[in-house]
């Protein structure tokens, strides 16, 4: 019978093992042939034409620490987000919010050079899988989010904002910040953007999270969203009102301006409620019953949600 403690640190996903690997590899490839930094790293300078580099520059650390991190964290927040998603959206939501999130960095740091015409946004090597570490916090945010975490015992709908406050704040006493910082702050709204409008939900044939449970006010302390709200409602009709009208129509969001059942905060409750349940139910498993294959313990998971 294993233990609690043995069982945190076994039954990873095979998804999470074969992109860990990829990590790792990437890692001893840039820093055994440094030559390939250019042209795997995101370097805004020289994307045009090593466009690919908006993807590639996601799956590799430039230190020891980050692959470190960036490995152990992918793995135990897989473990709890692969079965409840499902292997294939879980690896869209990676790749989507990964090319995204260096997309925006890329524009940024050619925006900023033009501002400033300071050639280190120009040349400054962007790696990393920070970026889509920070998008999956959001999804444990959106999955459990009054679920308490860690030993400070947080709320899990805390994390990702948590996580940005303190990346600010070690900013100001660091010299590199700017090659990590904006790929936390993007991934972070990327992986809200794709949860909020973009994942499609199998088993309600509806498309994102309309729930105010959910929205980007959520973020923040409750004294700031009465200001965030207005500006947020502002960015939503400006940048998705039209298609989110159209996706209410076709996938059922509303009839008549009246909203249907489970497309809001009805639907949203049940999901979290399926997510808590999935993780005590694995908790529970891992406690009491002596380890199985990965097949059988992985379809448990799905099975439960």
Known sequence: MSSPVTSMFTNFTKLCKGLAL???VGHLLVQFIPATVPY???????????AWNLITSGYFELSVYGVVFSTVSLLFMGKFLEPVWGSKEFLKFIFVVNFLTYLCVFVTAIALYYITRLEIYLYMPFAGFHGVLAGLLVGIKQIIPDQEVL??????KWLPSIT?????VSSFFTLNSAAYLPTLIFGTYMGWLYL???????ETKLRGDPSDDFALSTF??????????PIASVFHRMLCG???????????YTTSGAPLPGSDSVEASRRRERGARALEERLATERLVPPRNKEESQSDALDSV
Do not use: C, M, W
Request: glycine content about 2%; cysteine-free; charged content about 25%.
């Open 151 to 156: 030993l400070v015992k947080i709320e899990a």
């Open 220 to 229: 923040f302390p409750e004294f700031l969203r009465p200001i965030i709200d």
């Open 40 to 50: 795997l790293a995101l370097i805004p300078a020289r994307t045009i034409p090593f």
């Open 164 to 168: 940005l406050v303190l990346s600010i």
């Open 242 to 252: 039209r298609s989110n009208a159209t996706s209410e129509e076709d996938h059922g």
């Open 22 to 24: 990829v990590l790792v």
């Open 196 to 202: 909020r409008y973009l994942q499609r939900r199998p």
